[in-house]
């Protein structure tokens, strides 16, 4: 995924970055995709030409093109003359990439963020889920598979209200 | 990295394993039992066919000829795909389904867990994502599994007349094979563990019964494989090039 486009105004290097990590998932615009860790990496050259390297959250992800497309857009309405996109599989992409900032924005918009990947002792404790909307700890698992392939649906018994949690990966 | 034939037939057996699975899945899409049901069904051929295109692409970059991974999956007939039997038979039964998404999670779970510590590098990265992805699909079968087998009269019945019926393709799968990306002999006794611990906690005997056979590794297929491939590659035939 590159365009060519004519000489523009020079930007400021390292911009590439901050413009690549703003852009919004698709399914879930409340978050960038630099706060759901799906931006991997982000190289510009003298000549105003940037690569950029997106992995998929999952495999079947739909929202990789989508994503590609916007970063393309972005970075060219940026200035930059040439945008090139890669999608890297390896390391595989783990919900402990979400950043702090992207879980409280989750949380904030009605979507309970993943507990840790990665189990930190021997003992795997699942713990409880809190409500993102009434704040209880009374929750339950709906479905396991959600309205995208990172979510499952759950319903919090003490609001009796639904909502979806990005599950650990 | 050698690129025999022998290999790209390998990662196509993978992919098309995946392929056909995801197709049959698609089949659920609004007959589930339940909502939350279909939406799982969904998700999971979800994830088979990202993995599948990942593997096509893959194989089509080992190849060298220039076929991607939609001409791959689109433009060959039956005799050129090379998943298992298992996964091309119809599907409409769902303790059917879900007795097929054990074994056959069992299976890509070993596999896969292999190949994420395997010396091809794409082969590792699209494995590290399976594997897990795979997990969740092993988990969502041995839950219906269990509640099936262990259920009613009329449950166990059932399970256990899908379990008869899809236990002697296992075997295809688990064929030692040298030439394949992960030398099935090696994942055998893991895979079958695996299924026979679930299936003994719900309650329901594994058949005595012969392997059904099969040479879908090498292209012989069921007559099942060529009405899927006609359902599915129709319209890419159609319209050859054809984008939206």
Known sequence: ?169 | MTTSATSVDAVLGLGDDALVTAQRLGWWISRAPELEEDVALANIGLDQLGQARALLAHAGSLEGAGRSADDLAYLRGPEDFRNVLLVERPQQDFGVAMVRMLLLAAWQLEVYAALAAGADPVLAGVAAKAVKEVDYHLDHASTWVLRLGDGTEESHRRAQAALDAEWPYLAELLRPDSGACVDPATLAPAVLARATAVLDAATLTVPDVPPAGGGGRRGDHTEHLADLLAEMQQVARAHPGASW
């Open chain 1, 1 to 169: 995924m590159t365009r060519d486009l004519f000489p523009a105004a020079p930007v400021a290097h390292g911009a590439a970055w901050r413009i690549a990590s703003a852009v919004p998932d698709p399914e879930m615009p409340v978050v960038s995709i630099g706060d759901l860790g799906i931006l991997r990496d982000v190289t510009e050259n003298d000549t105003g030409c940037v690569h950029v390297q997106i992995t998929p959250t999952y495999s079947g992800c739909p929202a990789v093109e989508t994503i590609g497309e916007d970063l393309v857009e972005a970075l060219t309405c940026a200035g930059y003359r040439r945008v090139a996109v890669e999608v890297v599989l390896s390391p595989p992409w783990t919900t402990d990439w979400i950043t702090p900032r992207g879980r409280a924005l989750l949380a904030a918009h009605g979507i309970a963020p993943p507990g840790p990947a990665t189990p930190a002792g021997p003992v795997d404790v699942a713990l409880a889920v809190r409500c993102p909307r009434c704040g209880s700890l009374r929750t339950r698992e709906s479905s396991r598979f959600g309205s995208t392939p990172c979510k499952a649906l759950w319903t919090c018994r003490s609001c009796r209200e639904p909502f979806e949690r990005v599950k650990p990966i």
